[in-house]
């Protein structure tokens, strides 16, 4: 997810990142229906039809339109849904298997790490990171390592309180009331980076933030 999401950013702009992204909800959500017969109620559905209305009017109105990171970014749409679809599986079967019927947070966490390790391993070899980053200067700057770790704790924060938000919730509000942060990240892609943009465009981000919050409402008890 990560490698695809870097890659997809480097042709597109953030505004339009984050909402190419509420393609991931429909994934997860068609996921639920055939994985846990899980349905969703109208407004939801309503929520998911307004953000492909707002991914597919916003690729048409971007003026810096790049088809290769469009692609990168469907990739990590799927790759996305995949996981929180096979981690709510994983946590499902946990209870059937372990004795005390559960596996909390801090193991899925713990594993979820572990497995990830051969994969960024086997990255690290195929495109000669290593070597790059041995000779690489910015490792006798101490802020580096203060950066460095600090991300290393905020991407651990970020695990644990996922795990149990999934765990609290399902895969579609999982990953869908993460819409709201789009709101923030999309404004500050938009002024931070001076990103060329048109009132079409703008309006169509509008409109699929907007879908967003309509979804955390429609999911909220009653």
């Given at each position: 997810?990560?490698?695809?999401?870097?890659?997809?950013?480097?042709?597109?702009?953030?505004?339009?990142?984050?909402?190419?992204?509420?393609?991931?909800?429909?994934?997860?959500?068609?996921?639920?229906?055939?994985l846990f017969k899980k349905h969703q109620s109208n407004k939801v559905w309503a929520a998911l039809i307004f953000m492909v209305i707002s991914a597919i009017s916003g690729g048409?109105?971007?003026?810096?339109?790049?088809?290769?990171?469009?692609?990168?970014?469907?990739?990590?749409?799927?790759?996305?849904?995949?996981?929180?679809?096979?981690?709510?599986?994983?946590?499902?079967?946990?209870?059937?298997?372990?004795?005390?019927?559960?596996?909390?947070?801090f193991s899925m966490v713990l594993l979820n790490n572990l497995l990830s390790l051969p994969l960024g391993l086997s990255l690290i070899i195929v495109f000669n990171e290593w070597e790059y980053l041995y000779s690489s200067p910015v490792l006798r700057i101490p802020v580096f390592w203060v950066v460095a770790t600090s991300s290393g704790l905020l991407g651990l924060a970020i695990s644990f309180t996922s795990m149990w938000f999934l765990h609290q919730t399902g895969p579609t509000t999982y990953s869908l009331v993460g819409s709201l942060n789009k709101i923030p990240i999309s404004l500050a892609g938009i002024l931070l980076f001076k990103v060329p943009i048109n009132v079409p465009n703008l309006l169509s981000i509008l409109f699929g933030l907007f879908a967003g919050v309509f979804f955390a409402k429609a999911k909220m008890p009653k």
């Amino acid at each position: 997810m990560l490698v695809t999401s870097n890659f997809s950013l480097k042709y597109i702009n953030i505004a339009m990142l984050t909402i190419l992204k509420n393609a991931t909800n429909i994934i997860t959500a068609l996921g639920e229906i055939y994985l846990f017969k899980k349905h969703q109620s109208n407004k939801v559905w309503a929520a998911l039809i307004f953000m492909v209305i707002s991914a597919i009017s916003g690729g048409i109105t971007d003026v810096s339109f790049h088809a290769v990171g469009y692609a990168w970014q469907i990739v990590n749409c799927f790759l996305t849904a995949a996981y929180s679809l096979t981690l709510r599986r994983v946590m499902d079967v946990a209870k059937q298997q372990t004795k005390s019927g559960n596996l909390n947070e801090f193991s899925m966490v713990l594993l979820n790490n572990l497995l990830s390790l051969p994969l960024g391993l086997s990255l690290i070899i195929v495109f000669n990171e290593w070597e790059y980053l041995y000779s690489s200067p910015v490792l006798r700057i101490p802020v580096f390592w203060v950066v460095a770790t600090s991300s290393g704790l905020l991407g651990l924060a970020i695990s644990f309180t996922s795990m149990w938000f999934l765990h609290q919730t399902g895969p579609t509000t999982y990953s869908l009331v993460g819409s709201l942060n789009k709101i923030p990240i999309s404004l500050a892609g938009i002024l931070l980076f001076k990103v060329p943009i048109n009132v079409p465009n703008l309006l169509s981000i509008l409109f699929g933030l907007f879908a967003g919050v309509f979804f955390a409402k429609a999911k909220m008890p009653k």
